[in-house]
């Protein structure tokens, strides 16, 4: 495996690893912001471990920074590099579809990860490999809805949700899932507001201290990562109000800590080790000429207080 990796396209390239063979296929990734969460930290090293593993895998790594015009260049970087495959994840599902569109059009197959692009892209894009967000919104608001009731408030209760990065894909089908999926499990549980937490701790707790400003009575959290919710309960704590909630998604070390302090109800458990390997066995597959599904899922199952010893904790 021969490994390029650049944090931006003026940084110097540093080669690792042995020499490629000589059919190597070239993978080039950009990544949406591997400094921002230990999910992103934890996915870089498993995919570069990965592609360490395949001695008929050369993988360019790069990091947009969060910064949309900088993954733009990436790509066109390395359209220009004609590497063999593109792994993209996302900064923006929208804004990334003209970049996509020029792989396809340079018969480079795009797997994008963890996040979808927009549905106006599909047609530029082999796969997408990663959760069903969708999925992973209606079951966090299955479990918010069955703690309701086990308490008998299903009736009356109020919540609040933190949600992602505004325009992310991720969170707006997290959002989305648990928007559509509350009213038919609780359909009198009142949604009070959203704001954006940008999948920051600090950013989570300053807008849950804004909540408890605003709100006498709030029964529920529901964050679109433990990171955020985390954040949330801070705020909570901080402010000494009690009898709160808490559900997440992608269950991190903290949320699953708090989960066994008693302090954090539920999540989804979600591996960003399966998430690199899943991508970067995509695009092999792919150009070995394999089936592989348009939208390749891997499970992310409910996680509770109630069966949260069935899973490890989570390493990021």
Known sequence: MNLTRKMALACTTAVLGTAAAAETMTIGITQNNVGVDSYQTTYEKAFIA???????????????????????AQVEDLIQQEVDAIIIWPTNGEAVI?????????????????????????DFIASFSGPDNITQGSRAAE????????????????????????GYTTAIERAKGFEDR????????????TQPGDWNREKAQQVMEAFLVKYDDI?????????MGVGALNAVKAAGRDGIIFVGATNFAVGYEAMAAGDYWGSIYQSPVDDAEAA??????????????????????????????EFTKPVF
């Open 280 to 309: 970067l066995q995509t695009a092999i597959d792919i150009l070995n000429g394999e089936d592989v599904p348009f939208l390749n899922y891997f499970d992310t199952p409910k996680i509770t207080q109630d069966n949260m010893g």
């Open 50 to 72: 990965a592609a360490e593993a395949d001695p008929d895998v050369e993988v360019v790594v790069l990091d947009a920074g969060g910064d949309v015009a900088r993954q733009i």
């Open 143 to 166: 479990i918010m809805c069955d703690k309701f009731k086990d308490m008998g408030i299903e009736d009356e209760a109020g919540i609040v949700q933190i949600s992602g990065q505004p």
């Open 182 to 193: 509350l009213p038919e499990v609780c359909p009198n549980v009142t949604l009070m507001e």
């Open 98 to 122: 003209p970049a996509v569109r020029k792989a396809h059009q340079a018969d480079i197959p795009v797997v994008v990860t963890n996040s979808n692009i927009a549905e106006a892209g599909f």
């Open 219 to 227: 029964d529920g959290v529901y964050a679109g990562d433990d990171n």
